[in-house]
């Protein structure tokens, strides 16, 4: 793939889906860096210290929406109240096939839903349609 993501983070408590997601992203080669932190709490102070320190932040965001401590609904939430000019694409990666968590997510502005498990397929269409890659 040409022209890589500089930074991609993932927000997702589950170990084994982390691991598929890891090897997923790795196999596509989207990105030059993944991040990955266990809920949307932990997210959060990943962005504003890379915000804050003017370092390479993630262009894009795989987000889980069930997590302790923080979830990705709250995730949202606080993300949009805080940078609301940001315009990060956040990709909702979840096991979740709820009407009311996707009716939830549309006041979001997010890039796309996807169900778990994450693929190299579901990566490529959604680097084609979104990121012109």
Do not use: W
């Not at 598929?20 to 030059?32: D, G, R």
């Not at 609904?73 to 694409?89: G, H, I, P, T, V």
């Not at 990666?93 to 009311?100: F, G």
Request: a negative charge; charged letters at 25%; aromatic letters at 10%.
């Amino acid at each position: 793939m040409n022209g890589k993501i500089n930074c991609t983070l993932l927000v997702d408590d589950d170990i084994v889906s982390n691991f598929i997601s890891e090897k997923a992203i790795e196999f596509s080669n989207i990105t030059h860096e993944l991040k990955v932190v266990r809920n949307g709490q932990v997210a959060l102070k990943y962005l504003e210290n890379c915000l804050s320190a003017n370092i390479p932040c993630p262009e894009l965001i795989f987000l889980d929406v069930n997590m302790p401590v923080m979830d990705g609904f709250d995730f949202l939430y606080s993300y949009r109240e805080k940078y609301k000019n940001d315009k990060r694409a956040v990709v909702v990666l979840t096991s979740s096939d709820n009407v009311e968590d996707i009716e939830y997510l549309s006041q979001f502005e997010i890039m796309a839903y996807i169900n778990k498990p994450l693929t190299d397929e579901k990566i490529s269409d959604l680097m084609i349609k979104y990121f012109d890659k």
